[in-house]
Nanobody
Framework: VQLVESGGGLAQPGGSLRLSCAAS????????MSWARQGPGKEREFVAA????????YYADSVKGRFTISRDNAKNTLYLAMNSLKPEDTALYYC?????????WGQGTQVTVSS
C-alpha cells in the first residue's frame, strides 16, 4: 500500500489549496478514504472522509463549508479542496485508507497559512 500526498504549500488567509493523494497497492475504488491533519503542538485530528463510492462525505465542524473531499476512482486519487483558509488550518495533512480491518497513512503534505 502506498499513499502519496501532494499539493501542500504556503497560502494566505482566505486563500485556497487543493491536496491530492495518489494511491497504489490496493483496490482504491473499494476503500473508504479520509484526510486528517496535525498542527504544531497538537494531536492528529480528523478532517474529512468519503465512502468508496463517493456518495457519502463527512467533515469536521472546523472545516465544514470550506473544505471539500472528493475522489476519482479511475485515477486512484483522493482530493481535498480547501477554501477560505485560516491560520489555524496550518498543519501536516495526511490521507488515510480504510482497508478491511486495517488502515494506512500517507507521509503527509505541509500546509501553512500565513500572511
Amino acid at each position: 500500500v502506498q499513499l502519496v500526498e501532494s499539493g501542500g504549500g504556503l497560502a494566505q488567509p482566505g486563500g485556497s489549496l487543493r491536496l491530492s493523494c495518489a494511491a497504489s497497492g490496493f483496490t482504491f475504488s473499494s476503500a473508504d478514504m479520509s484526510w486528517a491533519r496535525q498542527g504544531p503542538g497538537k494531536e492528529r485530528e480528523f478532517v474529512a472522509a468519503i465512502s468508496w463510492s463517493g456518495r457519502e462525505e463527512y467533515y469536521a465542524d472546523s472545516v465544514k463549508g470550506r473544505f471539500t473531499i472528493s475522489r476519482d476512482n479511475a485515477k486512484n486519487t483522493l482530493y481535498l479542496a480547501m477554501n477560505s483558509l485560516k491560520p489555524e488550518d496550518t498543519a501536516l495533512y495526511y490521507c488515510y485508507a480504510y482497508i478491511g480491518l486495517d488502515g494506512y497513512w500517507g507521509q503527509g503534505t505541509q500546509v501553512t497559512v500565513s500572511s
